[in-house]
């Protein structure tokens, strides 16, 4: 199981907002290099599966209007410690709570709309990427 790569979603909002370059630009100067990369929209049905891990929760119907609403951006990115080091560069899941210098802290308007998908392990880091990429 490979333990260098993660994978991100620009989210809704963010696209959206034409924020597409800005946050690729944190990612690469963070020292990812970005392995795939597709703007692609996704269905409910899409949303739904990708987040079905969610769907107990109270804010899950919600999350899957709001990430089929407009386009994403998915990526494959590689780097080593990918899925901690990712995960410290986009921040906490509410902004509010996310650390200066970070994505969500610069572009996340909400605990919902909150810029960024970033994988939470190197098994989810497979299956997610594999949702989007055949390789
Ligand atoms: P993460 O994206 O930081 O890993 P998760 O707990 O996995 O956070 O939640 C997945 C996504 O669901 C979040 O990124 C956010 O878009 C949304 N979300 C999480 N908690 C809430 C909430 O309390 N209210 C509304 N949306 C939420
Ligand atoms: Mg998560």
């Known amino acids: 199981m490979a333990t260098n790569r993660t994978f991100t979603m620009i989210k809704p909002d963010a696209v959206a907002d034409q924020h597409i370059g800005d946050i690729l630009a944190m990612i690469e100067h963070g020292g990812f290099r970005i392995v ?13 599966e990708f987040y079905a891990v969610h769907k107990e929760r109270p ?3 919600d999350l899957v209007k709001y990430m089929s609403s407009g386009p994403i951006v998915a990526a494959i990115l590689e780097k080593d410690n990918a899925v901690a ?3 410290t ?8 709570n996310a650390e200066e210098g970070t994505i969500r802290k610069k572009f996340a308007k909400s605990i919902e709309a909150n810029a960024v998908h970033g994988s939470d392990s190197d098994e989810n880091a497979q299956i997610e990427g594999a949702f989007f990429f055949k390789s």
């Open 59 to 61: 804010f899950y119907g």
């Open 89 to 96: 560069l986009i921040g906490a899941t509410n902004p509010a």
């Open 36 to 48: 795939e990369l597709q703007k692609v929209t996704l269905t409910p049905e899409r949303a739904g």
């Open 85 to 87: 080091d990712f995960r």
